[in-house]
């Protein structure tokens, strides 16, 4: 059967093919204007440089590009072209761009001016250091004085900046191998995006206590410069890890557990879509049922009412999502929707509960908002709502709950949510956002314990900006980051990337894991207007109802050779255990799941793009 485009990514518009870019053991992918999998002798020494331009609610501009050359010979190869960001009112930046690359070295070279000033939060060059492999290992950063300091990348995720007032960073690509990347034109300081489930350390250009947004003064060019230099002590070559051509491998590893329950996200402005589709509710049968509830959005009786219709009607147990306004004391306003609840004879079976401000997030430099403490909100929680479980943490991502810690000590567990396009939305860096995630959950576990822990509700599209003032409107379903609708999201890419979420948060002993409302653009059946599978379901329908059935069957890790292109996991329940598989990429993957014991004798599976499958076990 032939899948098209709008099956895979609920839309006809597809990545471009990068340009492979190639200078002896130096190879990298050409995308957009920017740099993509730098790699010397097949291995990832960068997951990318980037010339980016933010606009003042931390939107990434998408430039024109124009006058694009591209030259390549045996020993080296070079790019240069011109790119122009149109900014509020017609002003307008244009950014000349120089990349050259020989057999050990790299450079990047940008110089941006405007005819009128240009406002803008960040303007300037983006390094990403990969983190698998990386984290936890030594590096040397040179300082804007000349220091040298020698220090590793963080293991735990850091809250704050690990380096600042950079000039260089160095680290072992593999033994004998040395890799330094050196930025001029300004000072660099590099941040942990793992915070926002970014695959990836980022090394970015003016220190964000400095204020923004800012303006780039007109007709004074900004000028700017990243190399990268390789020294190899051997020039040894080896086989690039994964990319034998061959059929990926899976096999069974040491670690088990529990699988967590499903829950499934409800909003009041949902609320009357998802009490027409009570029968699709009932037959996913989520765990529970998440009800969102603001009152500084005009949340009240009614939607508290519509809640207790849909929890009567839910076989599991549910939670209210309070965003707490806290512009009087906790203990009035909490005081206030238990009255609320009361009236509209709605009793969840829990609260999470947190102040309305802690979904914006507060930068390095920046003043935390005025909030009450956060053992003030829960005390009055656990006041208002009596013998109901509270739990606390953030409506937002796991960086607002990294720098701000949650007094854990009253509270029957944490939340927090993730969302993959903060920074991209490219469908190379949405699926590589699944590597961070057993660093997400590790660095939860090292701060919490063993405190009971969800996460969700976690989507492709974000449901609210914690960096900005707005969500993306996004009416032409195209790629763009903070969009608060994504096409992606009614294709086979959110199938599979679902369930490729699942698998990497495993390991954590997650009590709960939302990953979809029912309706709306969030959800797991379409509108009336939008294509779908079968009764309007989207492909996303076929993991959250998977995983919904396997909730509390025991798991056992399965080891791929190539993780970020195939996952696996099985899972044993009353009805006998089963392989599950999912192909994260575009193209068909075959594998080798023999060592599996699949029931069936053939022991190969070749995989469509985005497919999962489910294979019978040997006993």
Not at 199 to 204: G, R
Not at 274 to 292: D, M, N, R, T, V
Not at 504 to 521: F, I
Not at 536 to 551: C, D, E
């Amino acid at each position: 059967m032939t899948i098209d485009a709008f099956q895979l990514y609920g839309t006809n518009l597809v990545d471009p093919q990068p340009v492979r870019l190639r200078a002896g053991k130096l190879e990298a992918d050409l995308a957009n204007g920017n740099l993509r999998t730098i790699r010397y002798d097949g291995t990832e020494v960068l997951r990318g440089i980037s010339y980016l331009v933010r606009d003042r609610d931390w939107g990434t501009y998408s430039p024109e590009i124009i006058d694009l050359k591209i030259e390549q010979s045996d020993g080296r190869f070079g790019v240069a072209y011109q790119a122009c960001c149109v900014g509020p009112d017609d002003t307008k930046l244009i950014v000349d761009v120089r990349i050259t690359g020989n057999a050990d070295r790299l450079d990047f070279e940008a110089e941006a001016i405007a005819a009128t000033a240009f406002e803008t939060n960040r303007c300037g060059f983006c390094i990403l250091h990969p983190i698998v492999g990386v984290a936890g290992s030594p590096a040397t950063v040179e300082q804007v004085d000349g220091q040298i300091v020698a220090t590793r990348f963080p293991d735990v995720i850091e809250p704050w900046q690990p380096f600042k007032d950079m000039r260089a960073i160095s680290h072992a690509v593999m033994p004998g191998v040395q890799a330094e990347c050196r930025m001029e034109g300004d000072t660099f300081e590099m941040e942990d995006q793992r915070n926002w489930s970014d695959a990836s350390y980022k090394t970015y250009v003016r220190p964000l206590a400095l204020p923004w947004p800012y303006e780039i003064v007109a007709n004074r060019p900004v000028r700017q410069k990243t190399s990268l230099v390789i020294r190899d002590a051997h020039g040894s070559t080896r086989p690039p890890a994964g990319m034998s051509g061959g059929a990926i491998e899976l096999e069974l590893g040491a670690r088990t557990g529990t699988m967590p329950d499903i829950g499934v996200i409800i909003t009041p402005e949902e609320a009357d879509a998802s009490l027409s589709a009570k029968s699709l509710l009932s037959e996913i049968a989520p765990q529970e049922l998440l009800f969102h509830f603001d009152p500084g959005a005009g949340h009240g009786v009614d939607a508290l009412a519509q809640f207790a219709v849909l929890a009567a009607a839910h076989r599991g147990r549910s939670t209210l999502e309070i965003a707490l306004p806290c512009k009087s004391s906790p203990s009035s306003e909490a005081a206030e929707i238990a009255r609320q609840m009361r009236l509209a004879e709605f009793r969840p079976d829990a609260i999470m509960i947190s102040p309305s401000v802690d979904r914006q997030s507060t930068p390095p430099g920046s003043k935390w908002p005025e909030c009450p403490p956060l053992d003030e909100v829960y005390s009055a929680a656990r006041t208002a709502f009596p013998d109901i479980r509270i739990g606390g943490g953030m409506l937002s991502y796991f960086t607002e709950l990294n720098r701000k810690r949650v007094p854990d000590g009253r509270l029957d567990f944490v939340s927090h949510c993730t969302n993959p396009i903060v920074h991209a939305a490219d469908d190379l860096s949405v699926m590589q956002t699944l590597e961070a995630l057993p660093f997400i959950t590790r660095s939860v576990r090292a701060i919490y314990g063993d405190k009971s822990y969800r996460i969700g509700p976690s989507t492709i599209p974000m449901r609210q900006n914690p960096y900005g003032s707005r969500t993306m409107d996004n009416p032409a379903g195209a790629r763009i980051p903070m969009a608060n609708r994504d096409p992606r999201h009614n294709g086979r890419f959110a199938e599979a990337f679902a369930l490729g979420y699942a698998i990497r948060v495993l390991d954590a002993d997650l009590e709960c894991l939302t990953l979809s409302a029912l309706s709306g653009p969030f959800g797991l059946i379409a509108g009336p207007a939008e294509p779908t599978e079968q009764g309007g379901r989207r492909p996303l329908f076929n993991t959250v109802h998977t995983l919904s059935r396997l909730a509390g069957a025991s798991w056992q890790e399965c080891v791929s050779s190539s993780p970020s292109e195939v996952l696996a996991f099985t899972a044993r329940d009353a009805a006998g255990a089963r392989l599950h598989v999912v192909n994260l990429t575009g193209e068909e993957r075959t594998i080798d799941c023999g060592a599996c014991r699949p029931a069936d004798a053939g022991k190969e599976l070749l995989l469509a793009p985005f497919a999962t499958a489910a294979l019978p076990l040997a006993d």
